[in-house]
C-alpha cells in the first residue's frame, strides 16, 4: 500500500510539472521576451479591431483583394491539413480547373503553381512575390487604381524568408490586404 500512495504522489507530482508548471514557465518567458508570438501573431486594423493572425491563412474572394494560395481545409486553422490526393485525383484536377478559371489564366499567361496547389498544412498565409503580381491587374482594376500603384504596394511587402540566402520572395496575403485597405 506504501507502495501504491507513493506512485500516486510521485504521478501527480509529475503531472503538476509537466502540464501546469512547465508550460506556464514557457508562456512567461514568451510574454516577457516576445508577446506578440506568444499571443497569436495577431494583426489588427488601424481602429483596433483584430482581423486575424499573420501565421495562418484566411479567405478572400473578392476582386478588390488579394487572393491567398487554396486550402484543402476551407480554411480553417483547427483541422490543418492536406488533401492528400493524388495528382490524378478527379476532385484534385477540377479544383484546380475551377481555380485556373477563377484567375482567368491561359496558355499564354499560365497560373502560377502555388496559387493552383494547395499548401500541405492548407493554412500557408505567404504566395510568392509572382503570385501577388499575377494579380495586380485584376486588384488595381477593381479599386480604380494604377497597376503600378498596386505593384509598388506588392513589392515593398516582399520579402525573402531565408534572409539573403534565399531566392524565393514571399508576401503575406493578409498584411497586404490590409495595406491595401489603407491607401488613399
Known amino acids: 500500500m506504501a507502495m501504491f500512495l507513493t506512485s500516486i504522489r510521485v504521478a501527480v507530482l509529475t503531472l503538476l510539472i509537466c502540464a501546469c508548471g512547465y508550460p506556464a514557465l514557457i508562456l512567461g518567458i ?4 516576445t508577446p506578440g508570438t506568444a499571443n497569436g501573431s495577431l494583426l489588427q486594423r488601424s481602429d483596433g479591431t483584430i482581423v486575424g493572425s499573420r501565421l495562418l491563412a484566411q479567405a478572400f474572394t473578392q476582386p478588390r483583394y488579394f487572393w491567398p494560395r487554396p486550402s484543402a481545409v476551407g480554411y480553417n486553422a483547427a483541422g490543418a491539413g492536406g ?3 493524388s495528382p ?4 484534385l484536377i477540377e ?37 501577388a503580381l499575377y494579380q495586380v491587374a485584376r486588384v488595381a482594376a477593381a479599386r480604380e487604381r494604377t497597376p503600378l500603384e498596386v505593384e509598388s504596394l506588392v513589392r515593398r511587402h516582399a520579402f525573402a524568408p531565408g534572409g539573403l540566402l534565399s531566392s524565393a520572395r514571399l508576401v503575406n496575403v493578409l498584411e497586404l490586404n490590409l495595406a491595401l485597405d489603407q491607401m488613399r
Open 30 to 33: 514568451a510574454q516577457a521576451f
Open 95 to 131: 479544383r484546380a480547373q475551377q481555380t485556373v478559371a477563377a484567375y482567368g489564366a491561359t496558355p499564354q499567361n499560365p497560373l502560377p503553381a502555388d496559387l493552383a496547389a494547395a499548401s500541405g498544412g492548407g493554412l500557408d498565409p505567404h504566395v510568392t512575390e509572382r503570385s
Open 83 to 85: 488533401s492528400n490526393k
Open 88 to 91: 490524378t485525383s478527379a476532385d
